[in-house]
């Protein structure tokens, strides 16, 4: 059994929640990934930015947790951004083509300033 996933809040502003993910995430992990960040918008921050730069490693589990994620976002007309993706997985979101409805950023702070830029920054 592996690691789960640590996901961490690390700022909230309106419809914006930024959390730090870290640890692996595969198929024993994925579910919890997913349910915790479905939590956070249905506490009405349906916007969220996932910083993964503590990711270990990440297989098929964790990329289609993260689109649902997505999906569960743009359902409740949020968004999903990512941060600080590490190499693999931004090729396999490069590949697939999801990237474009994942954009992804270098760092937590540069992605809520491109994308929420009167949001205040992350502590």
Same mark, same amino acid.
């Given at each position: ?10 700022? @909230? ?7 730090? %993910? ?17 939590? %956070? =918008? ?12 503590? =990711? @270990?490693?990440?297989? !098929? ?7 649902? =994620? ?14 600080? %993706? ?17 954009? !992804? ?19």
């Amino acid at each position: 059994m592996t690691d789960g996933p640590t996901l961490t809040l690390t700022h @909230t502003h309106r419809h914006l929640a930024a959390l730090c %993910v870290g640890g692996e995430i595969d198929t024993q992990t994925a579910p919890a990934l997913r349910r915790e960040a479905l939590d %956070v =918008i249905a506490q009405g921050h349906p916007h969220l930015i996932l910083d993964l730069a503590g =990711i @270990t490693f990440c297989d !098929s589990s964790g990329f289609n947790a993260l689109i649902g =994620i997505m999906r569960c976002a743009m359902a409740a007309n949020g968004s999903l951004t990512l941060a600080a %993706v590490p190499d693999r997985l931004s090729r396999m979101l490069d590949l697939t083509g999801l990237s474009t409805l994942m954009p !992804s950023y270098p760092s937590i702070e540069t992605a809520m300033n491109a994308r929420f830029p009167t949001a205040p920054e992350p502590a």
